[in-house]
């Protein structure tokens, strides 16, 4: 992974979303109108609330990994547009439920749809659009596609609820961490890269290499965003920093920080975290903890192994704009953290 990066600077720029953006750029076209049809309602809060998030200056990446996959294969159909739509409404409606289930107040840079119309409207909308996807999927008309995104959208929830099951409890394991993220964030990514498989037909063993490459590619994802939380800028992040400190998420920087901490540390995040009397002014003391272990560093080395096993999946497919964008789109991920 570190060489994917290391090969980019070289060449004197850093890696980018940007060739995956141009790859798919046509089919992203479709896929947005597709989008926009979907969401419209004769209630107006729906339109409305769904566009806040949804034109939001999110970069589509979830569709976009369907739709580079298809490309990977060659696949010259368009069920994928739909699909791709499916996914984007998922992970749009799993952001809604989020932002009351955690009372974000940002989101993509903004104010989070829930202080602006209230709990309850997006929550509901949040269910719409699910019911949207669902449709999508339905309209595909394969069994199949629909078992691994049905079955996607419920492993979210699930990871959903193992997380607040979590929340606040310094015990929380390296292993139950890694639990939680897959099912929360990664498998989603999985699910969008493997569709492209079913659609293009090209069997179990190419859906298993493209699984596998989204899989990883989302806990990467996850536990860069898990890092910068701590080490980045409300700017660059769309969200306020240190939120997961604020809902006393136990992320992997915690995690390594209380395991490798002294008595002293130790009685931080037991206080901090733990018995939840951490307030923003801890905030400071918490980073400092977290570089002294480590914590965060080594959060983002772990993201690297799981970016060069993303790499690794696709590794037998052919050489091509497709693969290249794939690649390049993992040291992306990657290389926020650096």
Not at 88 to 103: C, M, N, Q, S, Y
Not at 250 to 255: A, K, S
């Amino acid at each position: 992974m570190s060489a994917s990066v290391h090969a980019l600077r070289t060449a004197g720029r850093e890696p980018s979303i940007e060739p995956l953006m141009q790859l798919v750029a046509p089919a992203l076209n479709s896929v947005n109108e597709i989008i926009l049809a979907r969401m419209q309602s004769d209630v107006s809060v729906i339109p409305a609330l769904a566009g806040h998030l949804i034109s939001g200056g999110g970069k589509r990446l979830r569709p976009m990994l369907t739709l580079a996959s298809a490309r990977l294969l060659d696949y010259e159909g368009t069920r994928h547009h739909k699909l791709s739509a499916a996914v984007e409404f998922i992970h749009t409606a799993t952001l809604l439920h989020d932002d009351v289930v955690d009372g974000s107040e940002q989101r993509r840079g903004k104010k989070a749809a829930n202080l602006i119309w209230g709990n309850q409207a997006t929550v509901l909308v949040g269910d719409f659009l699910f019911s949207r996807a669902f449709e999508l999927m339905v309209e595909d008309g394969s069994l199949k596609v629909l078992k691994i995104l049905s079955g996607a959208s419920a492993v979210i929830a699930q990871g959903e609820v193992d997380q607040l099951q979590t929340q606040r409890r310094i015990d929380t394991t390296e292993e139950r961490y890694l639990q939680v993220i897959t099912a929360k964030t990664a498998v989603l990514f999985a699910a969008a890269c493997q569709i492209a498989g079913v659609v293009s037909e090209r069997g179990e063993e190419v859906e298993a290499k493209l699984e596998s490459f989204g899989r990883n590619l989302g806990i990467a994802f996850q536990l860069v965003d898990d890092a910068i939380d701590y080490a980045g800028n409300e700017a660059e992040m769309g969200k306020d920093a240190g939120d997961d400190f604020r809902e006393g998420k136990l992320t992997l920087p915690v995690i390594l920080a209380y395991k490798r901490g002294d008595a002293a540390a130790k009685r931080f995040w037991e206080r901090a975290i733990g018995s939840g009397d951490g307030s923003d002014d801890d905030l400071a003391e918490a980073i400092a903890h977290m570089r002294a272990a480590d914590a965060i560093s080594d959060t983002l080395e772990r993201a690297r192994h799981y970016g060069r096993l993303a790499i690794d999946a696709i590794a037998d497919f052919p050489a091509g704009k497709a693969k290249d964008a794939l690649t390049e789109t993992v040291a992306f991920a990657v290389a926020r953290g650096y």
